[in-house]
């Protein structure tokens, strides 16, 4: 199987994206308010879920900048299955509106952990399609 260097660079941006939305993630689980880079990237999860779709939802993902390529997408999904993280959406909802801080702590600890098991699996698959390059 032979991926191209675009597969690739998408595979380390969703490591990247992750990494990054981790990063703003660790101050919402401390009690911080949702700032608006991660309600920016929160809301492209968001609309990728599918969670806030509706009969337009292509249009609707092409017009927020959601996750939308393929690499982001069959990972996020084959994550959830393998997790039992069936309630994403639910999730990525209750850290960007729930009026609790503790909830949107709890629920932020959450993404925390599903996001780290994202990035781990984008670098491995950025990995490995480096080494089938070479081989």
């Given at each position: 199987m032979r991926v191209d260097s675009e597969s690739r660079s998408r595979y380390?941006?969703?490591a990247l994206t992750?990494?990054?939305t981790i990063d703003h993630l660790r101050n919402v689980a401390t009690g911080n308010p949702v700032d608006a880079d991660l309600d920016s990237i929160l809301n492209?999860?968001?609309?990728?879920t599918g969670r806030e779709?509706?009969?337009n939802f292509v249009s609707h993902l092409q017009a927020t900048g959601a996750w939308t390529f393929f690499e982001e997408l069959s990972t996020v999904d084959e994550l959830k299955d393998e997790l039992g993280f069936n309630d994403l959406g639910e999730v990525v909802v209750s850290v960007l509106r729930d009026a609790s801080a503790e909830v949107r702590g709890q629920q932020a600890k959450r993404l925390i952990s599903f996001l780290t098991a994202v990035e781990g699996r984008a670098l491995q698959r950025y990995t490995d399609s480096m080494e089938?390059?070479?081989a």
């Open positions: 380390l941006s969703l992750s990494r990054r492209k999860l968001l609309a990728s779709g509706n009969a089938m390059r070479f």
